[in-house]
């Protein structure tokens, strides 16, 4: 080997190290234009959290729902926040880290209290508002039998008024509802469901999904993803006595 040869193979191996860190300084991420929810605000903390250990500065761009996941798709954007498993399978640009960023339970909000939840079908027989993009409720419901409207706001404002039965929508909709002061809408126990949540990168991220996914499991065996997520709770104000 020559001199000029070994010099060069000193060099690679000493920066080598330091390539994952220089390969991607920065990246885009969508995020939907949605009233902060518990699994988004811990969501975001979580991977702002994550990605700083690895000198990697993150951006966030607000789309409409389904318009977040075709920008993520199409390369526009890096990847998504957050989002239900298995939406590769619609968006085979996308992949899922396999590390739960965060779950929420979803609940059905209502003037009736003494209405007993069943399942998703009973549910359906009647006129249930949820927010535009919601794709838990949208997979379970009956098409004729939804109002999808921008903004969980309007949601409990149509309860309210009477114009439809139910609202269903996330445990942080209840922060919503301190925020707004509607005292006579509530939430029905049990949960009709839990959302639980995951990281998606584009497939030319391929790299730094697997150096991530390291960093995430880290994270989540050391309690810290939960510890992130019990802050925003107490700190978004959404616990309130619920109806028995």
């Known amino acids: 080997m020559s001199m000029g040869q070994k010099s060069f193979l000193f060099f690679v191996l000493i920066l080598a190290p330091c390539r994952l860190y220089s390969e991607v300084q920065n990246i885009t991420l969508s995020m939907p234009i949605i009233q ?8 975001k903390r979580v991977l702002d959290r994550a990605y700083s250990q690895i000198k990697v500065e993150v951006k966030y761009e607000r789309y409409p729902a389904n318009r977040s996941l075709y920008a993520a798709n199409r390369g526009v954007t890096d990847g998504i926040l957050a989002r ?10 996308l992949t899922m880290l396999p590390i739960p960023l965060a779950s929420e339970k979803v609940y059905v909000y209502t003037h009736d209290l003494h209405f007993r939840i069943y399942d998703w079908r009973v549910i359906s027989r009647y006129r249930v508002a949820i927010v535009r993009g919601f794709e838990l409720a949208t997979k379970h419901l009956n098409k004729d039998s939804l109002v999808e409207v921008p903004s969980v706001e309007q949601a409990f404002s149509m309860l309210e008024q009477k114009k439809v039965d139910f609202v269903i929508d996330l445990e942080s909709g209840q922060c919503v509802l301190n925020k707004l002061g509607l005292n006579k809408i509530r939430r029905l126990e049990p949960a009709i469901s839990e959302l639980t949540v ?19 499991e880290s994270m989540a065996l050391s309690g810290e993803i939960r510890s992130i997520y019990d802050n925003t709770l107490e700190e978004l104000d959404c616990v309130r006595p619920i109806a028995q």
């Open 36 to 43: 902060p929810t518990l699994y988004s605000v811990s969501s």
């Open 84 to 93: 239900i498993p298995n939406m590769e399978r619609s968006y085979p640009n």
């Open 198 to 216: 995951y990281h998606y990168l584009h497939i030319r991220h391929q790299s730094l999904s697997r150096e991530l996914k390291v960093i995430l």
